[in-house]
């Protein structure tokens, strides 16, 4: 079975420190993979996806970067955090079979 | 523009009354549906998904939604609320494709009464 790994859970941080956040899946193959960020009322804002390795987009302009090393590697970074980084970061993997995502558990960032 | 939108930011019902939370999206042409449940500092787990024919689709945990193309809703509905029941639920909307990229509403929190 297919089963998402997201490391790590929380997280505290120095405004301008570096930043990298990392996921896998395991159990499957050329897996559809996102990055989303979730702000309190803001519901869930996608940052990056990546349909294969080093294909990644960018939704929105920031301080972020992402890279995919591996098939099944996603990995969110940034050079020097702010403030606003702060929040709620998911990654999730889907499949041309499946459509909707599995997501990880989460990791809660913060930038003090 | 394609959006999702769910109106009720918060909802607080006692245990054992049944449950509606409201979905509407805007979609180009007719989108696959989702509703996903996330507990507190937790990733989200999928509920129910619509993609085509009965437009009534059943879920994990009790849960169902109705598919309604005229008003561009896609409900979630159970019809006895547990008290683990309490958490944030989300509304989302996509076409599969490449991409396969999902529009999610900004959530629903549920709260459950003894």
């Known amino acids: 079975s297919q089963t998402i790994h997201q490391w790590p859970a929380t997280l505290v941080q120095p405004v301008g420190s570096p930043l990298s956040l990392e996921c896998t899946v395991e159990g499957t193959s050329n897996p559809n993979l996102y990055w989303y960020r979730q702000a309190a009322g803001r519901g869930l804002q996608l940052l990056f996806y990546s349909v294969g390795i080093g294909q990644i987009s960018s939704e929105v302009p920031q301080n972020l970067s992402a890279s995919r090393p591996q098939d099944r590697q996603f990995i969110l970074s940034s050079k020097k955090l702010l403030l606003s980084d702060s929040g709620f970061y998911l990654c999730?993997?889907?499949?041309?079979?499946?459509?909707?995502?599995?997501f990880g558990s989460g990791t809660r960032l913060t930038v003090v | 523009a394609q959006s999702v939108t769910q109106p009720d930011i918060h909802i607080t019902v006692s245990e054992g009354a049944s449950l509606e939370l409201r979905c509407n999206y805007s979609y180009g042409a007719t989108p696959y549906l989702f509703w996903y449940v996330q507990s507190p500092g937790q990733g989200l787990q999928l509920l129910l998904k619509y993609f085509s024919g009965d437009t009534l689709v059943q879920g994990i945990k009790g849960f169902e939604a109705e598919f309604k193309r005229s008003q561009s809703s896609f409900n979630l509905r159970k019809p006895s609320v547990h008290w683990s029941d309490a958490a944030e639920y989300f509304c989302?909307?996509?076409?599969?494709?490449?991409?396969?990229?999902?529009?999610f509403g900004t959530g629903t929190l549920l709260a459950v009464q003894p």
């Open positions: 999730a993997w889907s499949s041309g079979t499946t459509y909707g995502y599995t």
């Open positions: 989302a909307v996509g076409r599969g494709g490449a991409t396969n990229k999902l529009i």
